[in-house]
């Protein structure tokens, strides 16, 4: 599987930029979904922890106010949440700490 220049792949690539559109294609070939649910990046990060990084500012500034820009990014996190496995959720990284932990909107 390639990755970017920080070792992302594409699917994790697409959770940290908030690219619903590719999140979503790559969430219905659910022959490579569960592959990804799995996959870590070098600091021990799965799915959620980089769910819960603050979104590039490029996409919050398209949302007008810091009320809307906390909600949208929560929803992220829940629909990342939703997607991996349990045990990811309470699963520390590199850095010991868990995506709740990691997460600043949380």
């Known amino acids: 599987m390639s990755a970017n ?8 690539h697409a959770v ?3 690219s619903e559109k590719v999140y979503n ?5 659910s022959t490579l979904s569960y592959i990804y649910r799995a996959i870590k990046d070098s600091h021990g990060n799965n799915l ?3 769910a819960a990084r603050p979104a590039p500012s490029s996409k919050l500034n398209l949302l007008p106010g810091a009320a809307l820009q906390l909600q949208c ?7 990342v949440e939703g997607f991996v496995c349990p045990l990811n959720i309470i699963e520390k990284n590199s850095f010991n700490e868990t995506p709740r ?3 600043t909107f949380c």
């Open 5 to 12: 220049e920080d070792g992302h792949n594409i699917f994790q």
């Open 16 to 18: 940290i930029n908030r």
């Open 25 to 29: 294609l790559l969430y219905r070939m």
């Open 48 to 50: 959620l922890h980089l």
């Open 73 to 79: 990014e929560l929803q992220w996190f829940e629909e």
């Open 101 to 103: 932990m990691y997460c």
